[in-house]
């Protein structure tokens, strides 16, 4: 074999020094790509986790306290009971607690600038091995715990949720720089306030304070005195922000007394107590001075019960305005004055006033400046459901005075009186077979417009309704008292509307106040965070004219006396009070029972006085299909409504007062009629849309009721009486004043 020459062994080294060149070369440049490229890919990373970070400001950091709601006195009458809220200033923040916070969880809190490089190296570390186990599960498990300072455990209770549903590495990675950022605008002092400020505890409470007064009843002034007592639950206290629901003393008293140990440790170890001490604490049962679970909130409960038909009315408006109770800590002054809330809602408990046990009531009473002075929700004073607000059940005959009456005499009160005729005969709706009839289907003749509102008789109000006024009108009018639920109107909506006693009563309250609607109010005043305060103005327009309004409370007088619909809510000597009833048949396919007597599903009671009260009360049953009939002869709603307006007026109410433009054409007293003179204010552009009386006949404006008598009033007078419930009334009492009825008619009753 032959030896290769020195020369061949010296190009064989060449070669294999230049392949070793190329290949470090390559490599070099490979890794320094790789570097580079690397450098961008974090480069990136950072800016896109970073792109869209909140900056650090005031606003989210501080710590609101729970609003409340009070009354007209600056009594709570509502607060949160979902949630307990309160800030503690640093200066309170308890010795043991400020310094063995530090101890614990950050003992470079007050020299670092944000974090610490070794832990945020560690922090990593520990979350990419996190993540690495998680797909390793062969790997021993690590939780990437701690080694967050103060800084960054605030940041992400505020910003992040306390970390839940967040990846960890991307937040820890942000954290950093909003603690950072945290540092340039906070001293450390306010840093350990807002810390333990926003720190999520178990129970529904935020911040220190609230935890502390939870579970051990205390505030923080309680815990200066250094008691074996107080060192063990400050040592608890401290550890609990790492983890409140795991160390819940409630839910795991084990896990909670470990923590406790485990943290007196590290006071021994720092010497923040004595070895006599730790010993003493570690022996003492946290659960020896633990508080009753859900004490606060339960009794905070039971205090928003009893006024959460007026506090829910009270939220709802708060959210109308853009505020949130939960987000702001405000403190709402309300009108409520509880010694009048509480005697109406009283009254309105009392079972005399109910034909039985499952009958129900909404109620509302507000004063001419639109305040609510009594509001009652139901026969449980602490039913979720508020049948003073719910708008599901019709009005029936109670709002015929804004369907038809108002409008009338608003747009043609210089051509119609409150003494005009309309007939009473049945009327067919338009367009259609389907007939109108008044109650029990009886017929009176023409009738003047006060005895049909009076009398709450259908049908005129049906021909004033499609005849004279139109859809347009009507919802014009209806709109401008709060009843604007439809786009249009006719005489099916004439006798019934959908709405609630809270409208109905700020409604009446326009008629009752010269014309002037007042949205209904209930807040006084809201004062912020800061100490300032809005008052809450009153919301007021011209509904109608103070002439239009004086003409329906005189009308509406005689609507309280015996021989009208409200007999049983007659108070003597009141001239300044006036009524309106309504009552919903039954739909005869319900099969409904009538347990107690002819009648329907609901009842209504709406009544003003010029005192300045306007009430409105609706009864019946919450399942109308299934439950008994609301009896014809049984008053109670009536009667309840007197009592509440004999207790909120202490004097009897006069009479109102005439306005200039308004004449009387004929009568006296509840028996007066009277006509708008001056029309500057008055309507009268509209087309008319005319339509058939029962005649057949189409009539001009002021001969609508024009119905021959042979066809509109039945020939057997005596015989129609005989079942009249209001003939029956006179010829029971026949000492009573009979001017309520139309002369005509009052003529033609039996003797």
């Known amino acids: 074999m032959t030896t290769p020459n020195r020369k061949t062994k010296r190009l064989l080294q060449d070669q294999k020094r230049q392949k070793q060149k190329r290949w470090v070369k390559w490599t070099g440049l490979t890794l320094l790509s790789v570097t580079f490229l690397g450098m961008g890919g974090s480069a990136l990373y950072v800016n896109s986790k970073l792109n869209h970070l909140p900056k650090v400001n005031a606003q989210q950091l501080k710590v609101y306290d729970t609003s409340e709601i009070q009354d007209k006195d600056g009594n709570v009458i509502w607060k949160d009971s979902s949630q307990r809220i309160k800030a503690i200033d640093y200066n309170n ?13 950050d003992n470079s809190f007050w020299t670092a600038k944000g974090f610490k490089w070794w832990n945020v190296i560690r922090m990593f570390a520990g979350a990419l091995y996190e993540k690495v186990q998680s797909k390793l599960p062969f790997l021993p498990y690590h939780e990437a715990r701690g080694l967050s300072g103060l800084n960054q455990q605030l940041i992400k209770n505020v910003y992040f949720n306390g970390g839940i549903g967040v990846d960890v590495t991307t937040r820890k990675f942000q954290e950093l720089f909003l603690a950072k950022q945290l540092e340039n605008n906070y001293n450390k002092k306010e840093i350990m306030a807002l810390y333990f400020n926003n720190i999520e505890y178990a129970e529904g409470d935020k911040g220190l304070a609230a935890i502390m007064m939870t579970y051990f009843g205390k505030t923080p002034d309680q815990y200066k005195e250094r008691t074996t007592q107080n060192i063990a639950e400050q040592a608890y206290l401290v550890g609990l922000g790492q983890a409140p629901s795991d160390y819940n003393l409630y839910a795991n008293p084990e896990k909670a007394e470990k923590r406790k140990n485990t943290v007196l440790g590290v006071f021994k170890e720092k010497g923040l107590i004595s070895d006599k001490e730790y010993k003493e604490a570690k022996a003492y ?16 409960r039971q205090q928003n019960l009893k006024y959460k038909v007026y506090t829910d009315a009270v939220l709802a408006d708060l959210s109308d305005q853009g505020y949130d109770t939960k987000k702001a800590t405000l403190k709402v002054k309300t009108f409520l004055n509880r010694e009048t809330f509480d005697h109406i809602t009283e009254l309105s408990q009392n079972p005399a006033y109910y034909l039985d046990g499952d009958e129900q009531i909404g109620l509302t009473v507000t004063d001419n400046n639109g305040i609510v002075v009594g509001m009652v929700g139901g026969r449980n004073t602490q039913d979720e459901l508020n049948h003073a607000t719910q708008t599901g059940r019709s009005s029936g005959s109670s709002l015929k005075p804004f369907t038809a009456y108002g409008p009338l005499f608003q747009y043609f009160g210089n051509q119609y009186s409150s003494g005009s005729s309309f007939s009473s005969a049945p009327y067919t709706y338009p367009g259609t077979s389907v007939v109108m009839n008044n109650y029990g289907g009886y017929t009176y003749g023409n009738v003047t417009a006060t005895y049909a509102l009076r009398m709450s008789l259908n049908t005129p109000v049906a021909r004033i309704a499609d005849g004279i006024l139109g859809s347009n009108r009507m919802k014009t009018f209806l709109s401008g008292v709060g009843l604007d639920v439809k786009d249009t109107y006719s005489s099916v909506d004439a006798i019934g509307l959908d709405v609630s006693t809270l409208q109905t009563a700020a409604a009446f309250g326009a008629i009752n106040n ?54 049983s809510a007659e108070i003597a000597g009141w001239e300044g009070y006036a009524a309106k009833t309504g009552s919903v048949a039954l739909d005869p396919s319900s099969g409904a029972y009538p347990k107690y007597g002819l009648g329907g599903s609901d009842a209504w ?20 299909n299934s439950s008994p009939q609301v009896a014809d002869d049984f008053k109670g709603h009536q009667m309840l409504g007197r009592d509440i307006m004999k207790y909120l007026n202490k004097t009897a109410p006069s009479n109102w007062t005439m306005p200039g433009n308004v004449r009387s054409t004929g009568g006296s007293g509840l028996n007066a009629t009277y006509m708008i003179t001056d029309s500057k204010d008055i309507d009268q552009t509209d087309t008319v849309a005319l339509v058939p009386d029962i005649s057949g006949n189409y009539n001009v404006l002021n001969g609508i009721t024009g119905a021959k008598n042979s066809e509109s009033v039945p020939k057997d007078w005596k015989d129609s009486l005989k079942h009249n419930d209001i003939y029956k009334l006179y010829k029971d009492n026949f000492d009573l004043d009979k001017s309520i009825l139309d002369k005509n008619l009052y003529d033609k009753l039996p003797n």
């Not at 308890?94 to 101890?103: D, E, M, S």
């Not at 020896?288 to 606060?296: C, G, I, S, T």
């Not at 009544?607 to 919450?622: K, Q, V």
């Open 285 to 300: 049962k946290l659960t020896d001075n633990l508080q009753p679970r859900f004490r606060e909130s339960e009794d905070q």
């Open 514 to 567: 010269g014309g002037v609607y007042t949205e209904p109010r209930f807040i006084d005043s809201i004062t912020f965070i800061d100490g300032t305060t809005k008052t809450i103005p009153a919301k007021t327009h011209q509904a109608m004219n103070a002439s239009t309004a004086f003409v329906l409370t005189q009308m509406l007088r005689g609507v309280p006396q015996a021989g009208a619909t409200a007999p």
């Open 605 to 624: 009671f709406n009544a003003i006085t010029n005192g300045g009260y306007n009430l409105s009360i609706w009864t019946g049953y919450d399942q109308p």
């Open 93 to 105: 923040i308890p010795t043991l607690i400020n310094k063995g916070v530090v101890a614990v969880e």
